[in-house]
């Protein structure tokens, strides 16, 4: 990378320390697990509108948005680590960094609206007891650090940016996020296990 | 038919259901879980990266990358999330062999990854031959998009069926 890009990059990946350290720190502290007390009563409402009855009521709607769910983050999680790896100075380290987020845009995208769409009509359906579950939280929260790392990693630090090496810096990001997004799945599989 | 295909297998899992080993993870509070949650990050890691090389078979993605670099660098990873995918499977058959005998959805899984492997053999032996000529071609050649293709919708019948075991609707 040269120096004109490294001035540019620099301040978003200054932010992108921020981001990590204060995830870290509310993490640490157990900020991750609290359910927000002012959307109590939406969530708890949200599953007895007649849309989300009909979902608990299909045998087939939920299981299918299930498994859809999974499929979407198969391909989500793929792209994201390829961009991921590739700030890590892994992976396709022939191919500039900004080519290979630039490939994996679509995917990225595309997985999250798919997964958008699929999650939501779960979270509906069991509303109540996704409020109640501090993994809920802890995913929606790990979500949350990981899209805004993702934005600002896709948006200002993958440009122009044409040697296989990244900037030490950039390690850091790249880990981290891909500690965070494992964290999300972590979260997400423990809300069916121990809620 | 199906049903007398497995019945050999039967004793079997009635044998390893009695093991003590078994029954003390089956029963456990965090080991049986927590081994779960291990076989979904690790199904995911090795998934997704097995996806995008597919989607780079078909030419849907990453062109600009010779395909041989994708997948020099892409494979040992592959195989370890291959690995840990495989090691936490056999363990969660292991801790409850009666529930997964008696299950469609997860026999459906394991036709779907042996015929995954029969494909990726069938690439391995004949189509890999030719990379050399479309290693940096924007277009991939019919055999290369038909391994892609068949790989990538095997995968996803592999992790929407191990989702559906829970759902014993053919028991």
Request: hydrophobic share 55%; net charge positive.
């Amino acid at each position: 990378m040269n120096r004109a890009d490294m001035t540019t990059q620099r301040p978003w990946l200054y932010t992108q320390f921020a981001i990590i350290a204060a995830a870290v720190v509310l993490w640490w502290f157990g900020w991750f697990g609290v359910p927000p007390a002012p959307f109590e009563a939406f969530f708890v409402s949200m599953e007895t509108w007649p849309v989300s009855k009909a979902i608990g009521e299909s045998l087939w709607i939920y299981p299918l948005v299930q498994a859809l769910h999974l499929v979407a983050m198969a391909f989500f999680m793929g792209a994201v680590m390829l961009v991921n790896l590739r700030l890590m100075g892994l992976g396709l380290t022939q191919t500039p960094l900004a080519q290979v987020a630039r490939s994996a845009a679509p995917w990225i995208i595309g997985g999250l609206v798919a997964m958008f769409l699929t999650g939501l009509p779960q979270l509906m359906q069991n509303s109540s007891r996704e409020y109640y579950s501090e993994y809920f939280w802890r995913k929606m929260s790990f979500l949350l650090v990981s899209l805004i790392m993702l934005t600002i990693s896709m948006r200002f630090m993958t440009r122009q940016s044409d040697s296989a090496a990244a900037p030490s810096g950039f390690k850091i990001v790249g880990v981290a996020a891909l500690v965070f997004w494992a964290n999300v799945i972590i979260a997400a599989r423990l809300i069916g296990l121990f809620t | 038919m199906f049903a007398e295909l497995l019945a050999p297998l039967r004793s079997l899992a009635e044998y390893v259901d009695m093991m003590p080993s078994s029954i003390a993870f089956r029963e456990s509070i965090y080991v049986s879980p927590y081994t779960t949650v291990t076989h979904v990050l690790a199904v995911c890691f090795f998934a997704g990266l097995i996806l995008v090389m597919d989607l780079r078979l078909l030419g849907w993605a990453f062109m600009r990358t010779p395909f041989s670099h994708l997948q020099r660098k892409l494979f040992p990873l592959q195989m370890l999330g291959m690995a840990f995918a495989g090691i936490t499977g056999l363990v969660l058959t292991f801790g409850d062999p009666l529930r997964f005998y008696s299950n469609i959805f997860f026999w459906t899984k394991m036709l779907m990854i042996v015929i995954t492997g029969i494909n990726a053999m069938a690439f391995e032996y004949v189509t890999q031959q030719t990379v050399p000529q479309w290693d940096n071609s924007p277009i991939t050649p019919y055999a290369a998009k038909v391994a892609g293709g068949v790989s990538l919708f095997l995968w996803s019948t592999v992790i929407i069926a191990g989702r559906l075991i829970p759902y014993n609707w053919f028991a």
